[in-house]
Antibody
Framework: QVQLLQSGAEVKKPGASVKVSCKAS????????IHWVRQAPGQSLEWVGW????????LVSQNFKGRFTITSDTSASTVYMELSSLRSEDTAVYFC??????????WGQGTLVTVSS | DIQMTQSPSTLSAFVGDRVTITCRAS??????LAWFQQKPGQAPQLLIY???NLESGVPSRFSGSGSGPEFTLTISSLQPDDFATYYC?????????FGPGTKVDVK
């Protein structure tokens, strides 16, 4: 069955960077885009960006351009998201999700990133 | 960018009630509109995709309708497991936007 398994929680200081992984299994990795969505405590879902797992092409929300990088390792069926210059408002749960037809049928379990001095 | 609004932001209801949540886009969107249910500490779960298609395994009391810019999610008879937060999501020009959410709680 389709699974997206994310790496564990992270605690980072302001100004640092964080890298979160999302390992896919149960389907042909190159065939579906993977999106990243984040959710700050008590807040709604916020779309961050996506990667074409086959070509490596990416699109990132204007809200994050310059700080958010998405990469993939096809040999490991894994997508990575890296957020730099962290600030307290980046504290959130980060989800990866597989996109089909403009929506998300499968989600990772989420990774809590805490930014605190 | 397309902005999504939802109403109401909070809805108090009894088990057995018919519940309707509305999602409105800031401009016309196509049928790429989905609804998710989220419970605390969990990832969102897809309920409805492409406006009105019921995701496999989702109870038939959930239904979706509408056309750009206004869409609705209806729960025909609210069950105890349905108390949660609901989000709409649109996909346009390769970008996604989520609504602010509607929390359904016990009256």
């Amino acid at each position: 069955q389709v699974q997206l398994l994310q790496s564990g929680a992270e605690v980072k200081k302001p100004g640092a960077s964080v890298k979160v992984s999302c390992k896919a299994s149960g389907y042909t990795f190159n065939s579906y885009p993977i999106h990243w969505v984040r959710q700050a405590p008590g807040q709604s879902l916020e779309w961050v960006g996506w990667i074409n797992a086959g070509t490596g092409g990416t699109l990132v929300s204007q809200n994050f351009k310059g700080r958010f990088t998405i990469t993939s390792d096809t040999s490991a069926s894994t997508v990575y998201m890296e957020l730099s210059s962290l600030r307290s408002e980046d504290t959130a749960v980060y989800f990866c999700a597989r996109e089909t037809g403009g929506t998300y049928f499968y989600w990772g379990q989420g990774t809590l990133v805490t930014v605190s001095s | 960018d397309i902005q999504m609004t939802q109403s109401p932001s909070t809805l108090s209801a009894f088990v057995g009630d018919r519940v309707t949540i509305t999602c409105r886009a800031s401009q016309h969107v196509n049928r790429w509109l989905a609804w998710f249910q989220q419970k605390p500490g969990q990832a969102p779960q897809l309920l409805i995709y492409q406006t009105s298609n019921l995701e496999s395994g989702v109870p038939s009391r959930f239904s979706g309708s509408g056309s750009g810019p206004e869409f609705t999610l209806t729960i025909s008879s609210l069950q105890p497991d349905d108390f949660a937060t609901y989000y709409c999501q649109q996909y346009h020009n390769f970008t996604s936007t989520f609504g602010p959410g509607t929390k359904v709680d016990v009256k």
